[in-house]
């Protein structure tokens, strides 16, 4: 059985960039825009026109240069939005126009301070409107996930026959389980009529860490488009993360689900987007992290030395790192630091080991870790040793 293809849709450069001193110019954007698409992303959010003349700049020299990718524009559900997004997409191979509402009560009672009635027609026009202008329309329902289901399916089902081809389904705030989601998700396949006539995507937040867990949720019960950005990167605690995302579908094969995405360039693009946009990788960070594939416990030194597969499920090569790395650090025992000697040509015995290894400790004691030189300096000590 052929796996289910899920699309990915980027959005570091629209979501992404909205993080506090991350700002990019329009050169910056067209350079990470190839990148994205060299990737493998299906759609890339290339940013909000309206909000500057800047942004619509930026979509619109982006729109010159991406061949098979997607571009999408965002905008609000107001005429002139999706006026001023079509515009930035004229010269667009395969453009799309993103609009929609907030549809929580949070959102049509506080900030809209309108009636759900009041913005099912307003969803509806807008998507009505930015139909004349491009035939790939998707519609979000912001703060979905605080949104009660049935009014969710009901705007859903408006916005299909207004003429969206793909369906938003945003955990706004980071707020929803990932059984919730999920469940959501699972209902919106039941209970919107001409559902098949469009993709749902979901859009998850992770101000509760939930954001990979949601995403992956959704897709199994249904949805076909997972918007993220690089990184993880994104307002407050960020977005869902591409890498993440894209890896979990490949290690388990059980899903049955594939993307696009060309993993073996995924940590270069993951070190492009933070030098260029200023924001440092978490080191622990999943997939991509300087620590993600690095091992200073002894017990999991020796263990990846024996077989790999041991404490890596995925090879560094896959995601574009050349290869494991043995840290050496006070916890580390015999096998890592023989590992580490065999590297620089040093093949010592049982006994000369044991000599080694008791320098190794004290030097280890009072450093972070221990690096090539400090390894030729012991070596260099246990010679005089044996002298």
Do not use: W
């Amino acid at each position: 059985m052929k796996d289910r293809r899920i699309q990915i849709f980027d959005t570091t450069l629209r979501d992404g960039e909205q993080v506090p001193g991350s700002k990019l110019n329009t050169e910056q954007k067209v350079f990470i825009a190839t990148h994205l698409e060299e990737l493998g992303v299906d759609v890339i959010e290339a940013g909000f026109p309206i909000s500057s003349p800047g942004d619509f700049e930026a979509v619109k020299e982006i729109t010159k240069v991406i061949k098979n990718s997607t571009v999408c524009g965002l905008t609000r559900a107001v005429e002139e939005d999706i006026k001023v997004a079509a515009d930035a997409l004229t010269l667009c191979k395969r453009p799309r126009i993103h609009t929609g509402i907030g549809t929580s009560d949070h959102h049509i009672n506080f900030k809209l301070k309108s009636t759900r009635e009041k913005v099912k027609e307003r969803a509806f026009k807008a998507v009505q409107y930015a139909k004349t202008f491009v035939e790939d329309v998707e519609f979000y329902a912001e703060d979905a996930g605080r949104t009660e289901d049935q009014y969710l399916a009901e705007i859903c089902e408006l916005a299909i026959k207004a003429g969206a081809t793909v369906l938003n389904i945003p955990d706004t705030t980071g707020y929803c389980l990932p059984e919730q989601f999920g469940a959501k998700i699972k209902y919106l396949m039941e209970n919107v009529k001409g559902i098949e006539n469009a993709i749902i995507s979901t859009h998850c937040h992770n101000d509760l860490g939930l954001a990979t867990a949601n995403s992956i949720a959704g897709i199994v019960n249904g949805a076909q488009q997972i918007e993220c950005t690089i990184n993880g990167i994104g307002e407050r605690a960020g977005n869902t993360s591409l890498e993440e995302v894209v890896m979990i579908m490949k290690q388990h094969k059980e899903l049955a689900l594939s993307t696009g995405i060309v993993t073996n360039k995924l940590y270069k693009t993951s070190r492009l987007v933070s030098e260029m946009m200023r924001m440092p990788v978490q080191p622990n960070k999943a997939i991509v992290g300087s620590n993600a594939f690095a091992h200073s416990s002894g017990i999991h030194q020796d263990g990846v030395i024996k077989n790999r597969s041991t404490y890596e499920i995925i090879d560094p090569e896959e995601v574009g790192v050349e290869k494991s790395t043995i840290v050496l650090t006070a916890r580390s025992g015999r096998a890592a630091l023989k590992y580490r000697l065999s590297q620089l040509a040093f093949n010592v015995s049982t006994s000369e080991l044991d000599i080694a290894y008791h320098h190794f400790l004290e030097m280890a004691d009072d450093k972070k870790t221990i690096d090539n030189n400090d390894l030729v300096k012991i070596m260099e000590i246990c010679k005089k040793e044996a002298v």
